[in-house]
């Protein structure tokens, strides 16, 4: 809420720039974790057997390219192995 606030406030002169940009950048990174939530939420559905893994591995090819999907498996991997 704090975010959209700040945003909110850009036109206005009394708007700390400062503030703006680290909301802008906060608001950003979020959405970043949501995608990449999304694709490891499909990439792990793909492995079900029947009709809900060929459908997560339809969305997960038109959600993700091939070579996101691999450094995701790498990163999950690894993150696993450590």
């Known amino acids: 809420m704090a975010l959209l606030r700040a945003l909110g406030d850009l036109g206005h002169s009394w708007a700390d720039p400062v503030a703006s ?3 802008l950048m906060a608001l950003t990174a979020e ?3 949501a995608y990449v939530l999304v694709v490891v939420l499909l990439r792990s559905l793909c492995g079900l057997p029947g009709w809900m893994g060929r459908l997560a591995g339809r969305l997960m090819s038109l959600v993700a390219p091939v070579a996101l999907r691999r450094l995701l498996d790498v990163l999950v991997g690894g993150a696993l192995l450590a």
């Open 31 to 33: 959405a970043l974790v």
């Open 21 to 23: 940009v680290l909301a």
